[in-house]
């Protein structure tokens, strides 16, 4: 079953499966940070079994001129010993079922260039590709 994170516990649970995705994480510092960005309008969902957080997204429902109201999801990963357990098809119809049922005309996501193994799996959930993902890091 996929519940949305809450709670102080609920969040710190999310943690390792999120680093596998982003490994710049520091531990101490995930769930003030996931809280500063809740308050911005981000979700985050999991899958747990046997106690362990094996499968999380991190997501916002918004509104702009290429999509209308979509869901954007920020952050898909599934611990690397569960992967191909069929935890990410799972994640990614409830997020599908979600936004449906928010009234959301499409989910969106961005994927690392270098991430083939995700591709395909979009690719398999009937995903494609829309546009490009253009950024400039600016310097403090």
Known sequence: MVRQAVTVSEIA?????????????????????VQAMMAEGYRLAYIEEAGQV????????STNFFLGKHLYVEDLSTLE??????????????LFDLASAEGCSA?????????????RFYFREGMHIACHHFVKRLEP
């Not at 649970?13 to 940070?33: K, W």
């Not at 094996?54 to 429902?61: E, I, K, P, Q, T």
């Not at 989910?107 to 591709?119: F, P, T």
């Open 81 to 94: 010993v569960r992967r191909s357990g069929g935890h990410g098809a799972r994640m990614l119809k409830w």
């Open 13 to 33: 649970g999310c943690f390792e499966a999120m680093r596998h995705l982003r490994g710049h994480l520091v531990e101490t510092e995930f769930v003030p940070l």
């Open 107 to 119: 989910v969106n996501l961005d994927s690392g260039v270098q991430r083939h193994g995700a591709h």
């Open 54 to 61: 094996v499968c999380v997204a991190g997501f916002r429902v």
